[in-house]
């Protein structure tokens, strides 16, 4: 989409914004955020997050100490970046001025153990689950913007909402006509909605923004070793893999006591008693063969012993 006339190149409230046919509907200055919640404000600092990776990419992040966050662009599903797609109708403009935002993400969850993940992320055992606490992640990725205080916007964490899409359109007419910087609340906030389809996810989603040349991907410098609290080898795989990721992970540095098999296919076993001295009864149901109709009897069957 092209920016129209905002004044400034770093753009200024389009206050005098109208509907055509309904000059006297109200301009949003602030969205209606789609829940009630200030964006990027966590209350549980203590939250766990998790993220299923190939292993080759952690062994990477190991040996480099780079933390990588696509341009969400790239990202598969046709509802990333929703509002940027969305007819966008721009009033009491006169000429155009550029005025690019790009967005780079990364996705965790909040999902300790799931076999949709695990069968979505790793194939044949390709993939490892990490672990980390929100204060670490932010912490990381706020580090590291204090060095591009130039471009890159503070790290935003936040759950990922979801709702149909009625819902989502609803939510988005409910905030037009808005001014511009609505409509940058309206970009952010968008970024952590999406489908109920894919609410078995149950994500975490880490967003920056730049204003400079895009790119597919930034490179974040951070300690791996510090912000992994865990690392978790997929269920499936034979002892013999499990051994060599393991000594993988070791060879790259990362503390031996922090690596297991994941369990979630492991069969525990439950002590059951039956007393076969005592008599039992069941009730049966059958059809008759002549009225073809449901019969109900109580057979007794007395134990032996």
């Keep these: 989409w092209v920016v129209q006339d905002l004044g400034s190149k770093y753009g200024t409230y389009v206050n005098n914004m109208a509907v055509e046919n309904n000059q006297n509907q109200s301009v949003n ?17 203590d939250l766990v997050m998790y993220k299923y990776i190939r292993l080759e990419y952690v062994l990477k992040m190991l040996e480099t100490k780079v933390l990588r966050l696509d341009n969400i662009k790239k990202w598969e599903d046709v509802y990333e970046n929703f509002v940027d797609k969305e007819d966008i109708h721009l009033l009491n403009s006169s000429r155009e001025e550029m005025m ?21 992320y790793s194939n044949a055992g390709s993939a490892v ?18 060095k591009h205080k130039d471009d890159i916007i503070w790290p935003t964490i936040d759950y990922v909402n979801y709702a149909n899409e009625d819902e989502i359109n609803k939510w988005l007419q409910s905030n037009s006509p808005m001014n511009y910087w609505a409509f940058g609340e309206l970009q952010r906030e968008g970024l952590f909605v999406k489908r109920r389809e894919f609410e078995h996810e149950k994500e975490v989603r880490v967003i920056m923004q730049s204003h400079k040349e895009e790119k597919d991907y930034i490179e974040i410098d951070f300690d791996p070793h510090k912000v992994f609290r865990e690392i978790v080898i997929d269920p499936r795989v034979r002892e013999n893999e499990f051994t060599r990721q393991r000594d993988s992970l070791i060879a790259h540095g990362f503390d031996s006591n922090k690596i297991r098999k994941s369990t979630l296919y492991d069969f525990k076993k439950v002590k059951l008693d039956i007393d076969m001295s005592e008599p039992c009864d069941f009730q049966i149901e059958y059809y008759s063969h002549k009225e073809g109709k449901p019969l109900k009897d109580t057979v007794f069957i007395n134990a032996p012993g």
């Design 129 to 146: 689950r990490v672990k980390t606490v929100y204060p670490l992640l932010f912490c990381a990725l706020g580090d590291w913007n204090e």
């Design 100 to 120: 690019p935002t790009v967005y780079y993400g990364q996705s965790w969850t909040t999902r300790e153990e799931s076999d949709a993940m695990w069968r979505i």
């Design 29 to 45: 200055h602030h969205i209606k955020p789609f829940r009630d919640r200030k964006l990027g404000q966590i209350e549980s600092f």
